[in-house]
């Protein structure tokens, strides 16, 4: 059973900067591909990006193209989201998920595993 817990959300104005972390617990942390998924208030989750066990990232989600950035830390068993210029629509709860196969998060939009999620607010 793994463990993801995430963290750093919080409320930001346009054009600023978060970084989310997520740190897994319970299992063979290099195994699974992590991803990333949101959701904003009255829509469906969304995926957003993913990245392997290697550290090969696949493609962002088109509205997030060149202001996030995935990466991991299989030392720390950590996976983090940089958010850059930040824009209203990105508010939403973001959700940190785990999978053996990296179709499973990108193909299916699932996982094997979620976090609880953590807010993101972003102020105009």
């Known amino acids: 059973q793994v463990q ?3 963290s750093g959300g919080g409320l ?4 600023g900067s978060l970084r989310l972390s997520c740190a897994a617990s319970g299992g063979i942390f290099s195994r ?11 829509k469906e989750r969304e995926f957003v990006v ?3 066990g290697s ?4 493609n962002y989600v088109d509205s997030v193209k060149g202001r996030f950035t995935i990466s991991r830390d299989n030392a720390k068993n950590t996976v983090y989201l940089q958010m850059n210029s930040l824009k ?4 939403a709860v973001y959700y940190c998920a785990a999978a053996l196969g990296i179709d499973r998060i990108v193909v299916l939009h699932s996982a094997d595993y979620w976090g609880k999620g953590t807010l993101v607010t972003v102020s105009s």
Do not use: K
């Open 4 to 6: 993801l817990v995430e």
């Open 12 to 15: 930001v104005q346009t054009g």
């Open 32 to 42: 699974y591909a992590m991803g990333w998924f949101r959701q904003a208030p009255g």
């Open 50 to 52: 993913a990245i392997r």
């Open 55 to 58: 550290g090969a990232r696949t």
């Open 88 to 91: 209203p629509e990105d508010t």
